[in-house]
């Protein structure tokens, strides 16, 4: 715990120096694509149009100089698999990013889906005897919290307060400067296996590259593709990649759950592949162009030349009707969907007072996935796509790229975490896990 607690404080050091150098980079490492921004802070905070997200209140403003994306090799449900694969995927995108930025780059900010995430909710009380609240208190409440056993092989991925108590007024986001009695906070914490985190961090090295910082790409995707006032009010966010699904929830413009389906738009593509007797590349195109999963009357008539690279005419030359991919594509979606039906139920989310879902991700642009969606998980549900960043280009715009936009975000404006204070981390204490549906019963 102490090792980990030193370690996101120098990644959040060497991440400071990095931005009052000027540039970073950002890398979502996924299971189809990895792909690479290069950021440059240019103090101005300038936005590029009134819907645009370059800078936050009393932070510097960025723009993106340099993206590129390449094929991801050697990535398994979000986990690196073959170690020389990937990071030869991870070169290719940095230098290609690199290039286009006319900027070398030695500090990266990753972001990965998988390993296994949990969150748990813990809470701490401290007596203040009418004195202002400052750093020190807000360090000594979060050493009061008593961290639960999450098991050997694991790490803290985020710990961030998220909400405040000052005798009887909750929901303060920062109570510094204020005067109380007593002092409460509700933290979330999120660990994942140690494992799949440490070989990314490996492969990032071997790549000559310094590691700034590392982040759960549910979370990134929450800060993305969620409005402000879905975050505020409480929402869902589903990030469908290639090879899994990550769940998010929000409230009080706070991350207070993730998890993860180990399934995604590849499964999708496999099946495909297998149904119609077609290689990989021409099932992703087929899913692609003419896929979806709401049917028509008209999807009888519509054909689909399914083609092929065999040598053999008749087989080449093959059509199938849509209702047929429909029928291949349709229930391993509906296997997502009611896997992150569970999720949510387990969470507690049909407690919470707004529940809108938003779907993002590259695998949420299948035709009527929305309409699906919203009859599996039963609430409002629209697809999202990132935030527009002051020069990104508009082939990054699409919801494949929430992650990597989220991450920018996430570098640029940092949310308070577990080790900005100094805490004297000796005092943790184990005890059983509260289930976090109880702690969103308790405090919202």
């Known amino acids: 715990m102490k090792d980990l607690y030193q370690a996101q404080r120098a990644m959040r050091q060497m991440r400071q120096q990095a931005l009052q150098r000027g540039v970073i980079a950002i890398l979502d490492v996924g299971t189809t694509k990895v792909a690479c921004l290069v950021l440059r802070f240019d103090g101005t905070g300038r936005l590029s149009d009134d819907n645009s997200i370059g800078s936050l209140a009393g932070q510097s403003g960025f723009r993106v100089i340099g993206a590129a994306t390449t094929r991801s090799r050697g990535v398994k449900f979000g986990e690196v698999d073959v170690m020389h694969e990937t990071e030869r ?7 290609a990013a690199q290039k286009m930025a006319e900027v070398r780059v030695d500090h990266v900010i990753a972001c990965f889906s998988g ?8 809470n701490a009380r401290i007596d203040l005897e009418g004195q202002v609240v400052t750093e020190h208190e807000i360090a000594r409440v979060l050493a009061e919290c008593e961290v639960p056993e999450y098991g050997a092989g694991r790490e803290v991925l985020h710990a961030q307060p998220v909400n405040f108590t000052l005798d009887h007024r909750t929901g303060l986001t920062d ?3 204020q005067l109380g009695q007593s002092l409460e906070v509700d933290m979330h914490m999120l660990t994942v296996d140690e494992a799949p985190i440490q070989t990314l961090i490996h492969c990032i090295r071997r790549c000559d590259l310094e590691l700034a910082g590392i982040a759960s790409s549910a979370y990134v995707s929450g800060i993305s593709a969620l409005v402000e006032d879905e975050q505020e009010l409480g929402a869902a966010c589903i990030d469908m990649g290639g090879g899994t699904t990550s769940i998010s929830i929000f409230m ?24 119609l007797q077609v290689p990989m590349a021409n099932a992703e195109r087929i899913k692609t162009v003419c896929g979806g999963v709401q049917a028509t009357g008209a999807d009888d008539r519509d054909m689909i030349d399914i083609g092929g690279d065999t040598g053999d005419w008749e087989r080449d030359r093959r059509t199938v009707s849509r209702t047929e991919l429909i029928g291949i594509m349709r229930p391993r979606v509906e296997e997502i969907l009611e896997e992150v039906r569970v999720r949510l139920d387990a969470a507690g989310f049909d407690q919470m007072p707004s529940q809108q879902i938003v779907l993002t991700g590259g695998a949420s642009q299948v035709t009527g996935l929305d309409g699906l969606a919203s009859r599996i998980l039963g609430q409002q549900v629209r697809l999202g796509r990132p935030l527009r960043v002051h020069g990104l280009p508009q082939s990054a715009t699409n919801p494949g790229f929430s992650s990597a936009v989220g991450l920018a975000l996430f570098a640029a404006h940092p949310q308070d975490e ?6 004297p981390v000796d005092r943790y204490s ?4 509260r289930r976090v549906v109880k702690w969103l019963r308790d405090n919202w």
């Not at 993730?258 to 495909?272: F, L, N, Q, S």
Request: hydrophobic content about 40%; charged content about 25%.
């Open 418 to 423: 577990w080790w900005d204070f100094e805490i």
């Open 430 to 433: 184990a005890r059983p896990l």
């Open 89 to 95: 995927a991870i070169r290719t995108a940095v230098q």
């Open 115 to 122: 390993a296994n995430p949990r969150s748990y909710g813990l």
């Open 175 to 177: 109570p510094r400067g």
């Open 252 to 275: 009080k413009k706070h991350m207070i759950y993730a998890d993860c389906v180990r399934m995604g738009g590849d499964h999708v593509t496999k099946d495909i592949s297998m149904g």
